[in-house]
């Protein structure tokens, strides 16, 4: 066993701290939450050279990483900096099926995700499914003229700046089967997709998108007809990963403000961390912390392996419980300045308890830890 | 001992909910109920209603035109107009300040500002917080210095919750600075329009301008505007802070916010069915049910003790943070009820007022409640000074 990086990931975790601790200021962040894609182009090209995306792919797909360990290095930074740009949902999330299940021609898409010019996004979730992943009502019906697609699908974040979406839709199959699920690979223009966007709490943005009579050929179409399950369960359970080192790096800024401020703010003649009820919360939060790091390392270790699914609901169930915790004594203990917009602490913290809602709350996997435990 | 309630509260509660059902327009409590802001004409709008019927100055004997309830009564209003999503009675004016003045301030003082609280001509914010002076609040450093008949005042306050909306403010300011912190503290009452006064809006973490800055600058206030006598400011606030407590442990929002919960959970799904019959989340809402029936008795209990004449200290302080922590814990549980939708950021500010919320659990503002009800925990005597006041009585002069 070992648990050191190895040279290239500590090459990339360093290289890519330096850059964002220079280029990603709180400044930039809220230039980001006024622009309407909710996005930095800039910013977004310049982790493509820095070889953020490349990290996320594996050799056989055009990247040079592709491994848990990857990802959690890649995430874990942006967690720190508090990064809203959608590198999980391009890359991880919607780029990581187009690798997995793409022909040849839809694998060029690949590339260009990887070079920093094609933001895809994945449209899975509906308003009903709450985070059942076979939770599918969108139809898929192929006849002489095409495939068309029906229905809604909710929280799709960075629909507006994709230039795809991968949409997810019954072909066969009743609710919660997962057999019968395709996924198709639909262009953001194609007549019938309409977008309804909105900010998000955590910043950046997502879209209510609905299918209203959408026509794609049949090369549209990502794998083989009704098998998108696995292909959806494994993206899921890397974006899981991803999320979490994201949340895990939010946490230790949030932590790191938390133990600075407390050592210069100043109330009755001393600073707020001479208070033994607030160095004992802090202490807690530390031993929390390295909670959190070790449920993400048991994530990532077993993303490859037989018991993935359990490892990652086990990891992701006490990720939410701690989130919660550290986001909010973090405010707790700053008091009235954690409160305001414009303090970074609040954005932290906003990210924390936000990632709890992404790829399955606590509660859900939780009760999926049970369900798979008793398998 | 009896937990039912007598004839008389039986037929005041009847008279509550017709009342409200009523005169509470329909549109506004809409907006209560689903977490939108209101403006301000909609709060001095409810406010003119409660008052028509004498019902805006619950706490303030008959004299000075209050309706002198008792404790229950009280009780049985803020459970009534929380279920019915009335708006909140802006508390700054009316239970915040009034007292104080009917007191320690000159009969003149009462003349001239009470009626006016009570009419809506007057809209009070609360200037005691500094960016130094939070939970230290005795080192406040805004100076008042005297100046023939007027005091000049220079300083700054803090997070002044709806300063925007108000033509006056109550300020605690320094007038001595030779002595131990609270012996040089004046409380002085501010008009807005005075030049000097600025402004400047605080946007909270969920996107409200709910609070300002309010900047001092060579403020000219008529000394006739002093509460009280010179430097005894510090006790007028300890007594400000202290008395208004009947509502400390907020049990009508904690039902309501919990009546929203129950209606999310039995609305939302999980795996095709109502999230309500899920028995993870269902013994989430009964834990906080369960807290919430014993806090709502110690409310009553400890109320009706103060009301026999003995002030609730301690106590006051255990039912802000038990109230504070079990409102929290709903608001915990209603994002948790909406799954993916607690994403969207419901800002008006953001949005524009009429957008349609995306969700179809029109639920977009738990969130913005679950981020701006962080605050519960810090204002108002934040919970960690609260427990500290608990723990110095209870072991205080032992160790
Ligand atoms: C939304 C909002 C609205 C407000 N509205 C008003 C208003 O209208 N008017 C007004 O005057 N003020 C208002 N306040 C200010 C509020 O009263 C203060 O925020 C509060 O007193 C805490 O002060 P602080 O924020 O400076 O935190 P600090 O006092 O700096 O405290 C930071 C943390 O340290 C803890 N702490 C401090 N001292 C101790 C100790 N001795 N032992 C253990 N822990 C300690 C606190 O509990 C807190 O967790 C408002 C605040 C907020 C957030």
């Given at each position: 066993m070992n648990f050191d990086l190895s040279d290239e990931r500590q090459m990339l975790s360093d290289t890519l701290r330096r850059f964002l601790a220079d280029k990603y200021s709180s400044t930039l962040r809220n230039e980001v939450l006024s622009d309407p894609a909710g996005l930095s182009r800039e910013i977004w090209s310049q982790l493509a050279e820095l070889g953020v995306i490349g990290a996320l792919f594996d050799e056989a797909q055009g990247g040079f990483g592709g491994a848990g360990g990857d990802i959690a290095v890649v995430f874990e930074e942006l967690g720190r900096a508090g990064v809203v740009e959608p590198v999980l949902d391009t890359a991880v999330l919607a780029g990581g099926i187009i690798a997995d299940l793409g022909n040849a021609d839809q694998q060029a898409l690949v590339e260009q995700i990887i070079a920093g010019e094609l933001h895809v996004a994945l449209a899975h979730g509906e308003p009903e499914a709450r985070y059942d992943l076979p939770y599918v009502t969108c139809r898929a019906a192929e006849d002489a003229e095409g495939i068309r697609l029906e229905g809604r699908k909710a929280v799709v974040v960075n629909a507006e700046a994709s230039e795809y979406l991968i949409v997810s839709a019954r072909e066969a199959g009743g609710l919660r089967d997962w057999e019968g699920i395709s996924l198709f690979l639909v262009p953001r223009d194609t007549a019938?997709?309409?977008?309804?966007?909105?900010?998000?709490?955590s910043r950046g943005r997502a879209a209510e998108v609905v299918l209203d009579g959408v026509t794609l050929t049949p090369e549209m179409r990502l794998g083989t007809a009704g098998q998108g399950g696995d292909a959806l369960t494994k993206a899921m359970a890397r974006s899981a990963v991803a999320q979490m080192a994201e949340t895990l790096g939010a946490m230790h800024t949030a932590c790191e403000m938390t133990q600075d401020y407390l050592m210069t703010r100043r109330q009755f003649g001393?600073?707020?961390?001479?208070?033994?009820?607030?160095q004992h919360r802090v202490a807690e939060m530390l031993i929390e912390m390295e909670q959190?790091?070790?449920a993400t390392i048991n994530a990532l270790g077993h993303l490859d392996g037989p018991d993935r699914d359990r490892q990652i609901s086990a990891a992701k169930?006490?990720?939410?419980?701690?989130?919660?915790?550290?986001?909010e004594e973090s405010i707790q203990m700053h008091g009235g300045i954690a409160m305001t917009q414009e303090y970074d602490l609040a954005h932290f913290a906003k990210r924390i308890i936000m990632g709890d809602h992404r790829f399955g709350d606590s509660d859900y996997h939780l009760e999926r830890f049970i369900d798979l435990s008793a398998a | 001992m009896d937990l039912s309630y007598t004839e008389q509260e039986l037929a005041f509660r009847e008279d509550v909910r017709d009342f409200l059902?009523?005169?509470?327009?329909?549109?506004?409590s809409q907006k209560v109920r689903t977490g939108r802001e209101l403006t301000k004409a909609e709060m001095e709008g409810w406010h003119a209603t409660l008052h028509a019927r004498g019902w805006l100055a619950q706490n303030w004997p008959k004299s000075h035109g209050g309706a002198e309830w008792t404790a229950v009564q009280r009780f049985i209003y803020e459970e009534e107009a929380a279920r019915a999503s009335a708006p909140r009675i802006v508390p700054f004016g009316l239970s915040m300040l009034a007292p104080v003045l009917m007191e320690f301030g000159s009969k003149e003082q009462q003349d001239r500002w009470l009626p006016r609280i009570l009419s809506g001509e007057d809209w009070?914010?609360?200037?005691?917080?500094?960016?130094?002076?939070?939970?230290?609040?005795?080192?406040?450093?805004?100076?008042?210095?005297?100046?023939?008949d007027h005091y000049v005042v220079n300083g700054q306050k803090t997070w002044t919750t709806l300063g925007q909306f108000a033509n006056m403010i109550f300020c605690l300011v320094r007038t001595d600075t030779e002595c131990k912190p609270q012996e040089g503290i004046s409380f002085l009452l501010i008009d807005m329009d005075t030049p000097g006064v600025e402004v400047r809006p605080i946007v909270l973490l969920d996107g409200t301008p709910e609070v300002n800055e309010v900047w001092l600058t060579d403020v000219r206030v008529p000394v006739e505007n002093l509460v009280g006598e010179e430097n005894k400011g510090w006790t007028y606030a300890k007594y400000l802070l202290t008395h208004e407590r009947t509502n400390i442990a907020g049990v009508g929002f904690c039902q309501a916010g919990l009546d929203a919960l129950k209606r999310l959970a039995r609305?939302?799904?999980?795996?095709g069915r109502p999230l309500s019959e899920n028995p993870l989340f269902a013994a989430r809402i009964a834990q906080v049910e369960i807290e919430l029936m014993a806090l709502a008795t110690s409310n009553l209990r400890i109320l009706a003790a103060a009301g026999a004449g003995r002030a609730p200290g301690v106590e006051a302080s255990m039912l802000k943070v038990k109230g504070t922590d079990i409102r929290q814990a709903i608001n915990d549980l209603a994002r948790r009820a909406v799954g993916p939708y607690a994403m969207p950021f419901a800002s008006e500010d953001v949005e524009g007022s009429n957008?349609?919320?995306?969700?179809?659990?029109?639920?977009?503002?738990?969130?913005?409640a679950y981020l701006n009800n962080r605050k519960i925990s810090i204002f108002g005597g934040a919970n960690e000074v609260q427990k500290n006041i608990i723990a110095k009585t209870a072991l205080g002069g032992r160790g």
């Open positions: 019938g997709l309409v977008l309804q966007g909105y900010a998000l709490a001393k600073p707020l961390g001479s208070f033994q009820a607030l959190a790091r070790s169930a006490l990720m939410g419980q701690i989130g919660k915790r550290i986001a | 059902a009523e005169h509470l327009d329909p549109q506004v009070w914010c609360q200037g005691y917080s500094e960016p130094g002076a939070g939970s230290d609040l005795a080192s406040l450093k805004t100076r008042a210095v005297r100046d023939g609305t939302a799904n999980h795996n957008a349609p919320l995306p969700d179809p659990l029109n639920a977009g503002a738990v969130t913005k």
